[in-house]
């Protein structure tokens, strides 16, 4: 199995539409995703926690296509059940310690049913699936994204995701086990974290100083 494509596609995904998890804490909604639904008039979810559908469903096949999936377009419900599962894979991310990882893991193959079969469709190789054959968007998404990851966890034996760790940055980062363990999602992130902290280091001398 392909497990870096995967990977990069739930990194995209995380990053690219809001937590719902947040939003509601926010707009002071009941715990738990959903729980908040408003309508268009044609019936349809017009929002979702306050967030236009029809704008994040641009986003979602955005993403899904540059990462290989073929659609033109997600109905209401495939994108409600899309950022349910982005919810439930971002808290995952967020676990640091591998023997929890693994156990939340495994708690996600139990509830997608996971089966593995050899599958080939739209042109690809053969290549292994773990989602039931009529799964929709988000428990496909839950069970190739939680392969991908397992199969990442037993290569390199450690966590090699989470969220960036620099001041005012809430992005997602998915690594693929090379080049050690990370903290924080980019470059930039860590270069401006060490600044940072180089600048905190400063500043006792400097009220030292002043003092005297």
């Known amino acids: 199995m392909d497990t870096i494509r995967p990977l990069q596609r739930l990194e995209a995904l995380a990053n690219v539409v809001p937590d719902l998890r947040e939003i509601g804490a926010e707009i002071g909604a009941p715990d738990g995703v959903g729980a908040t639904t408003a309508t268009r008039a044609d019936g349809e979810p017009g929002t979702f926690e306050g967030v236009d559908v029809d704008e994040l469903a641009g986003r979602l096949v955005d993403v899904l296509r540059a990462h290989g999936e073929t659609l033109d377009r997600l109905e209401s419900s495939d994108v409600v059940e899309l950022l349910r599962s982005l919810d439930r894979l971002r808290a995952l991310l967020c676990i640091g310690e591998v023997d929890r990882a693994a156990q939340a893991l ?28 009529d799964a929709g968007w988000g428990t496909w998404l839950l069970a190739s994204s939680a392969l991908a990851l397992a199969m990442c966890l037993q290569e390199h034996g450690r966590i090699t995701w989470g969220r960036c760790e620099a001041s005012g940055c809430r992005r997602y980062f998915v690594g693929d086990g090379r080049g050690g363990a990370r903290r924080y999602c980019s470059e930039r992130c860590a270069n401006r974290a060490r600044v940072a902290r180089h600048r905190s280091r400063l500043r006792p001398a400097d009220a030292r100083d002043h003092e005297a």
């Open 106 to 133: 495994n708690d996600l193959f139990d509830e997608v049913g996971a089966r593995p079969r050899l599958s080939r469709h739209d042109g690809s190789p053969w290549h292994l699936h773990v989602d039931p054959d």
